[in-house]
């Protein structure tokens, strides 16, 4: 599938939609153009009716979302009116993951950091790697620390060792 980004890989295996932040480099932290290709992803994989969930996943291994790239602060968060645009086009994003009508799965190994948790709170389900970690920077968060923590642990399934060996 061609994304408008070469940051976002989308391609379909069968029923199964792949969506993965393709930015290895910067441990997969999310960048304007990535934000704005996710909704666009979202929308070929609801009008094929052969998809039947979503899988979403960072590139290497060693992140799924670090958070905002932030080497784009200066110009794309440097006003108010900038910030606002940003804050709309990752709001749009997100909105595409949580309105979804089909399942959504977040496949997480690494790093799972600021938007990285967001993102993943979007989806419908969480699975974790053994190697994965969560973080909220401190900032000004809508939600509070403690309340995405608590949604994260609630919902997100932990694979181990014998249990991921007997789901693979």
Not at 60 to 81: L, M, P, V
Request: hydrophobic share 45%; glycine share 8%.
């Amino acid at each position: 599938m061609k994304t408008s980004t070469e940051r976002m890989i989308a391609k379909k295996d069968g029923p199964i939609g792949w969506m993965q932040f393709n930015n290895p480099a910067r441990h997969n932290a999310v960048s304007v153009d990535m934000w704005k290709s996710v909704p666009e992803i979202m929308a070929e994989f609801e009008n094929d009716d052969q998809i039947r969930v979503v899988v979403l996943s960072g590139a290497g291994g060693k992140a799924f979302i670090s958070g905002a790239d932030i080497s784009e602060f200066a110009e794309k968060r440097s006003s108010r009116e900038n910030i606002l645009e940003y804050n709309r086009i990752a709001g749009q994003a997100n909105a595409a993951i949580i309105d979804f009508p089909k399942p959504t799965i977040a496949m997480i190994q690494g790093y799972c950091i600021g938007g990285g948790l967001s993102v993943a709170l979007c989806c419908d389900l969480r699975l974790a790697a053994e190697n994965a970690s969560f973080a909220v920077p401190a900032a000004k968060r809508r939600w509070s620390i403690v309340r995405q923590r608590d949604l994260l642990y609630r919902t997100t399934v932990r694979l181990y060792g014998s249990l991921a060996n007997a789901a693979g």
